[in-house]
């Protein structure tokens, strides 16, 4: 709603939960929300390996181009401090060590025996080396993000300044 790009389109479960489409970029959002308890996304985080395994999927496919896509996760989880998806915050993206967190990912699809994760693993060492560097590249975890219920306060502020008041 508050897109400083040129003719932005929201595309709603189209590619992605959320997609923002312009004539020069294109930005998929996956989200989670936890509800009933506080989460932590932790290096093994299922909310970390679902959302990978439908970008790496999407890549694989040729539905999503990591070099022109902007993949963000937005959770209300917290990134623990020494954890992969700390290195990955939308802070990070200009100063990544893209070949640390590589390693890392891979380190986890080997030694981790999560299996709720498995697809995840599996699809992440699917891509090439490239692939995996531009999909790392690519990617913003905005965590702690707010909840629905505050997403929707802030959303109708957004809209009760962005119309005209008419004579009925």
């Known amino acids: 709603l508050d897109s400083k790009k040129e003719?932005?389109?929201?595309?709603?479960?189209r590619i992605d939960d959320v997609s923002i489409e312009t004539d020069s970029s294109f930005d998929v959002y996956q989200t989670k929300l936890h509800?009933?308890?506080v989460a932590d996304?932790?290096?093994?985080?299922?909310d970390l390996w679902k959302t990978l395994r439908v970008w790496c999927e999407g890549i694989a496919a040729g539905r999503l181009e990591p070099e022109l896509t902007l993949f963000n996760l937005v959770t209300t989880a917290t990134a623990a401090a020494d954890s992969i998806c700390f290195e990955l915050r939308d802070?990070?993206?200009?100063?990544?060590?893209?070949?640390e967190v590589r390693t890392s990912l891979l380190h986890v699809c080997k030694t981790s025996t999560n299996k709720k994760n498995k697809d995840g693993y599996k699809s992440f060492q699917a891509l090439t080396i490239p692939q995996q560097k531009a999909l790392i590249e690519s990617i913003a975890i905005q965590d702690a993000s707010v909840d629905i219920e505050s997403a929707r306060e802030d959303i109708l502020i957004i809209l009760k300044y962005s119309a005209e008041k008419t004579a009925a």
């Open 7 to 13: 003719n932005p389109k929201l595309l709603i479960e």
């Open 35 to 37: 509800i009933k308890s």
């Open 41 to 46: 996304l932790t290096d093994a985080s299922p």
């Open 91 to 99: 802070d990070t993206l200009d100063d990544r060590d893209v070949d």
